[in-house]
């Protein structure tokens, strides 16, 4: 069954030949290879602001220049996130995103009246996080636990009700060689194949 995909590409890095957008593409050409519906945001390409109080959060608008990102948000069945690991999580711009988009009226609702747990609203999507580092990716499961994704994955995704969330890490980015690299993104044509 084709599916509606939207890819998120976090590298703050606006360069072309960052791995990160290698991966985004590896995997948007096999999905539209594979006859699935494919949008890309690249946060390097947008101009946003940070939110910087609670009552904005929770009550300010989206601003215009990721009004669209939201609706694609709403619209995507399977969301991949493509970012490099910075300080063992998600660059800076990647979170000041998601706290952008991720707000009250589009991830989740709070209650109408008293206390309760807030209804998540993106319910009935998965996601896949793609992370490239240049530690080797198994001590960063092993010995840090994952954390700064793992936080991303619960606090974030799977409070908005996405579920399940996937990861993909790519570790020694830097001292990969080619054939390494040709194999990641075969790696990732395939998963935009299958759409997971």
Not at 44 to 50: G, T
Request: net charge positive; aromatic share 10%.
């Amino acid at each position: 069954m084709p599916r509606r995909i939207l890819i998120v590409v976090g590298h703050p890095d606006p360069s072309a030949d960052r791995l990160c957008r290698g991966l985004a593409k590896a995997y948007a050409e096999g999905a539209e290879q594979a006859g699935h519906a494919v949008h890309q945001i690249d946060l390097a390409a947008l101009d946003f602001p940070m939110l910087r109080t609670m009552q904005e959060f929770e009550h300010g608008a989206i601003p215009d220049s990721l009004k669209d990102a939201a609706e694609a948000i709403v619209w995507a069945e399977h969301i991949v996130f493509v970012f490099p690991l910075w300080q063992g999580t998600m660059p800076a711009l990647l979170k000041a995103f998601l706290e952008q988009v991720m707000r009250p009226g589009t991830a989740f609702a709070y209650p109408d009246k008293g206390g309760g747990f807030p209804k998540a609203l993106l319910r009935g999507r998965s996601a896949r996080l793609v992370v490239t580092m240049g530690m080797p990716s198994v001590f960063y499961r092993l010995w840090f636990l994952s954390h700064g994704i793992a936080g991303m994955r619960r606090s974030i995704l799977r409070f908005a009700g996405i579920s399940p969330v996937r990861e993909t890490l790519f570790g020694m980015v830097a001292d990969a060689s080619n054939a390494t690299r040709a194999k990641w993104l075969g790696q990732m044509r395939g998963l935009g194949e299958r759409a997971r």
